[in-house]
């Protein structure tokens, strides 16, 4: 399949500044975690992402005291054995006119160890280490939903969840992974002390195939 830009693959509905990023988490072995702002389908530019700023303090799910150190990209912070979990709902401020505004919630996750949700949204294996996976929203699955895979080499496809919420990546090669999925929300909502019309609910996972 041929790749596409990722730009081209996000979500229209979304702010241009916030249509194409992401937050995300990379983890090797037991080493530390490295949290991302950036479009992961891209090749990261050197330095970082230019919105790479705004990304102040993802909070660690369960909450954490662990330093976090801005490095050259991404910020660095020690997590405890097993999968990591971030949330971030301040990265982007809502945006749009009064009654209509909108906003993003950041969800993201790094490993596949563990077959349970720990997050609002979250793109959860069916089994440790599986390739087939649940899109999950407060507990419940989310059917006819799409989630992005983008390959170690940025290769790029869309695939659907069943009428369980369940998908089954095609795995090309070896490497890191990401998968990404978005909850739209409606209603009378609040983020950040501010009225909202509709929140985007955005998820990630990675992991090493």
């Known amino acids: 399949m041929r790749k596409l830009p990722f730009a081209l693959l996000a979500l229209v509905a979304l702010s241009p500044v916030a249509q194409a990023h992401e937050v995300w988490v990379e983890r090797d072995g037991s080493g530390p975690a490295r949290i991302y702002l950036g479009e992961p389908g891209d090749v990261l530019p050197a330095g970082g992402d230019p ?3 705004k990304l102040k303090a993802p909070r660690l ?3 954490s005291t662990a330093q976090q150190t ?9 997590a405890p054995a097993g999968d990591v ?10 945006w749009g006119e009064d009654g209509k505004k909108e906003g993003v919630i950041y969800y993201a996750r790094a490993g596949r160890t563990e077959a349970k949700a720990g997050l609002p949204l979250e793109i959860v294996p069916t089994a440790a280490h599986a390739n087939s996976f649940t899109l999950i929203r407060d507990g419940k699955p989310l059917a006819d939903t ?5 390959s170690p080499d ?6 659907t969840t069943d009428a369980q919420g369940r998908v089954t990546v095609p795995f090309r090669e070896r490497g890191r992974y990401i998968l990404t999925a978005t909850h739209t929300e409606k209603g009378d909502l609040t983020l950040a ?3 909202v019309a509709t929140l985007y609910h955005i998820a990630t996972l990675t992991f090493v195939n």
């Open 193 to 195: 002390d501010q009225k």
């Open 85 to 94: 979990r971030v949330i971030d709902d301040s990265v982007f401020a809502p």
């Open 146 to 150: 799409k989630v992005m895979v983008i």
């Open 154 to 159: 940025k290769w790029s496809k869309n695939v």
């Open 51 to 53: 919105e790479f700023e």
């Open 70 to 78: 801005r490095k050259a990209g991404y910020i660095e912070v020690a």
């Open 61 to 63: 799910v369960p909450a």
